[in-house]
Every structure is written in C-alpha cells, then in structure tokens.
C-alpha cells in the first residue's frame, strides 16, 4: 500500500511554525518540508536551530531551495500525494499547475501566513483592465485573485475559519481550522525560554519583575523614522525585531537610538518573543504595522498592541473578528 507523503513549502520562519500547528492538530504523518531560504534574511540560523529543537517530530526532512520554482526539481525525484503552500493566487497558482502535470493525483491545499489571508488585496489594488485580465484568467485557467479560490486548491487551514468564511462566503466550503500558531509555542515553552535567554541575551536585560518593556516590529523596510512615533521615556525596557524578509540594509543596531536593544535573530516567531518577555514584565506594549501578531495573541493577557499604520484592511478583518467574538460570546 502506498504511503501519502505530504510537502509544505514556506517562505518564511512563521510558516513552518503554522504548518506544524496543522500537523499537530490534524496528526498529520510523513511531512517534509521545503524552505525558501533565498527569502529568509538569516535562513542559516533558522536551520541550524530548527534541526536542533524539538519541532524536528514534525517532519522527516528539512529542504533548503533557492526559489518557489525549484519545487518542481523535488516533484521529479519524490512521489508527494499532498502540497501546502503559503498562497494560491497568480505566480503560485501556476505552480500548483505545474507539479499537477508532474504528479496528476497530488492534492493541494494553502494555509494562512498572515492576515492577508482573510481578505485579498488583490481585487482592491487593482484597475479596471487588470481585473478583467485577471477575471477572464479566472474563468479560462481556474485563477482566483481570493486566497484559497484556486480551483485546484482543496482545502483552506486558518486559525479563524468563521472570520475567513464571513469574509469569503464563496468559499466557506473549503475552510476548515489549522489549530493556533500560540499551541506550537506555548507547548515548547521550555524550549523558547532556554533559547532566548541563551542565544538573545535578554536575561540580564530582564532581571526585575516590576518593569514596563516594549517590543517594536520592524517590516521589509525596517522601522526608521517610525521610533519618533512612541515616548521611549515610558519603558525600562526597549526591544527591537527586525523582519525576517527586510531589505533594509542601512536598519543596523547602531543606527538605533540608545536603550534599544536590537534582537538579531530575525527568524525567532514574535509571538514567541513576545510571550518570552511578558513573563519577565509587568506590562507590555507590541508596535507593529497592522501585523498578524495581534490577531495571534490577541487574548494573551497583559500584552497591548499599537498599530502604527492603521491600514484600513487591518481594520475591516480585525472589526469583523470582535463582531463575530461578541455574537459567539452572547449566545
């Protein structure tokens, strides 16, 4: 009898940590998994620790490519019944086409990587002759311009099924729940702990339960100019996370203001840090940039979040989740 293999293909440290929530949740067995290093800013790092800690009882083998593209090469020389990918939409659908033709009886399925997932920018973003471009794509190939609309897409994993389904109703048939990203965390506790204080330094920095900390979150670009956005005199603590995916080359620690102390391992999850540094604090804030970590650990106590872009799609997904908590909490 044939064994189903399954690939999920990530692009950055976030991912792997979500396709083991689904892994764990839906016991799922014989994984491998495919890392786009080209696109991780410290992939050595990241590979070096993940094949040293305990999230190696997720998968059988860890693969390092150089571009989405390459996935391709493996589906040559390995026999996968089931794909997880990060998106579905434009470049990636024509991925899936293209293992589809290598290996006709593989299934695919895509698993949210951030709050882009719930509502596609896509559609918005774009003018009018691209759209129809993209719609007459859509009825000819099988496209979508909606995460998780591919017609050859199975299955949608997210951690909030019912807020993807209020916002995609099209495509509620496909949703269904990945488990939390926090569960993967939370249930290495041990492990995170060992690792900040030995690999980031931060214990000393720590020492003193009665201390106010913030925790800035850098994007792409890095952060910037965006310092001047928060009164540094509020905290005894200041911590700096630079994106795994920043391009930033001139964002070093010594272009930080004094009292930052800049946390270098960019793969780290921040939801991991963020929890690492609650438990040493009384009270914590979390600047970010309409990022997916306050979705993520929106009811982890004692951690605030401040939006500094306040993007209005951030907005709409993360009012849509306090209706449909406030409906779920009534009934």
Same mark, same amino acid.
């Given at each position: 009898?044939?064994?189903?293999?399954?690939?999920?293909?990530?692009?950055?440290?976030?991912?792997?940590?979500?396709?083991?929530?689904?892994?764990?949740?839906?016991?799922?067995?014989?994984?491998?998994?495919?890392?786009?290093?080209?696109?991780?800013?410290?992939?050595?790092?990241?590979?070096?620790?993940?094949?040293?800690?305990?999230?190696?009882?997720?998968?059988?083998?860890?693969? $390092?490519?150089? &571009?989405?593209?390459? =996935?391709?090469? *493996?589906? #040559?020389?390995?026999? /996968?019944?089931?794909? @997880?990918? +990060?998106?579905?939409?434009?470049?990636?659908?024509?991925?899936?086409?293209?293992?589809?033709?290598?290996?006709?009886?593989?299934?695919?399925?895509?698993?949210?990587?951030?709050?882009?997932?719930?509502?596609?920018?896509?559609?918005?973003?774009?003018?009018?002759?691209?759209?129809?471009?993209?719609?007459?794509?859509?009825?000819?190939?099988?496209?979508?311009?909606?995460?998780?609309?591919?017609?050859?897409?199975?299955?949608?994993?997210?951690?909030?099924?019912?807020?993807?389904?209020?916002?995609?109703?099209?495509?509620?048939?496909? $949703?269904?729940? &990945?488990?939390?990203? =926090?569960?993967? *965390?939370? #249930?290495?506790?041990? /492990?995170?702990?060992? @690792?900040? +204080?030995?690999?980031?330094?931060?214990?000393?920095?720590?020492?003193?339960?009665?201390?106010?900390?913030?925790?800035?979150?850098?994007?792409?670009?890095?952060?910037?100019?965006?310092?001047?956005?928060?009164?540094?005199?509020?905290?005894?603590?200041?911590?700096?996370?630079?994106?795994?995916?920043?391009?930033?080359?001139?964002?070093?620690?010594?272009?930080?203001?004094?009292?930052?102390?800049?946390?270098?391992?960019?793969?780290?999850?921040?939801?991991?840090?963020?929890?690492?540094?609650?438990?040493?604090?009384?009270?914590?804030?979390?600047?970010?940039?309409?990022?997916? =970590?306050?979705?993520?650990? #929106?009811?982890?106590?004692?951690?605030?979040?401040?939006?500094?872009?306040?993007?209005?799609?951030?907005?709409?997904?993360?009012?849509?989740?306090?209706?449909?908590?406030?409906?779920?909490?009534?009934?």
């Amino acid at each position: 009898m044939k064994v189903e293999r399954s690939l999920f293909v990530c692009s950055k440290p976030m991912q792997f940590f979500m396709c083991c929530a689904i892994i764990r949740y839906h016991d799922i067995k014989n994984c491998d998994f495919a890392i786009i290093e080209s696109k991780i800013d410290d992939a050595q790092s990241f590979f070096l620790e993940i094949n040293r800690s305990p999230y190696i009882k997720y998968f059988n083998k860890l693969i $390092s490519l150089s &571009s989405h593209g390459a =996935i391709l090469d *493996i589906c #040559e020389l390995e026999d /996968y019944s089931n794909f @997880y990918f +990060e998106d579905d939409r434009a470049s990636f659908f024509w991925i899936q086409s293209s293992v589809k033709k290598i290996s006709n009886k593989s299934y695919f399925y895509v698993f949210e990587e951030g709050i882009g997932s719930y509502l596609s920018s896509y559609r918005r973003d774009m003018g009018f002759l691209r759209k129809l471009k993209w719609y007459i794509y859509s009825r000819v190939f099988g496209l979508s311009l909606d995460f998780g609309g591919s017609s050859l897409t199975t299955k949608i994993y997210l951690q909030h099924p019912s807020l993807y389904n209020k916002l995609n109703p099209k495509l509620e048939h496909k $949703s269904c729940y &990945s488990g939390l990203l =926090i569960s993967v *965390i939370l #249930e290495e506790n041990y /492990y995170w702990d060992s @690792y900040l +204080e030995r690999a980031l330094n931060l214990s000393g920095a720590l020492n003193g339960f009665n201390k106010k900390a913030a925790l800035l979150l850098g994007t792409w670009e890095g952060f910037g100019s965006d310092f001047e956005c928060f009164d540094s005199e509020n905290y005894d603590l200041i911590f700096y996370k630079k994106h795994p995916h920043c391009v930033n080359q001139d964002n070093k620690p010594d272009s930080f203001p004094a009292g930052v102390s800049v946390i270098n391992a960019s793969w780290v999850p921040a939801e991991a840090i963020a929890i690492f540094i609650k438990t040493k604090c009384t009270e914590m804030d979390v600047y970010h940039f309409s990022s997916s =970590i306050s979705l993520y650990l #929106e009811n982890y106590h004692g951690i605030n979040f401040i939006d500094l872009a306040n993007h209005a799609r951030f907005r709409e997904i993360m009012n849509e989740k306090i209706k449909l908590d406030f409906i779920h909490n009534a009934v």
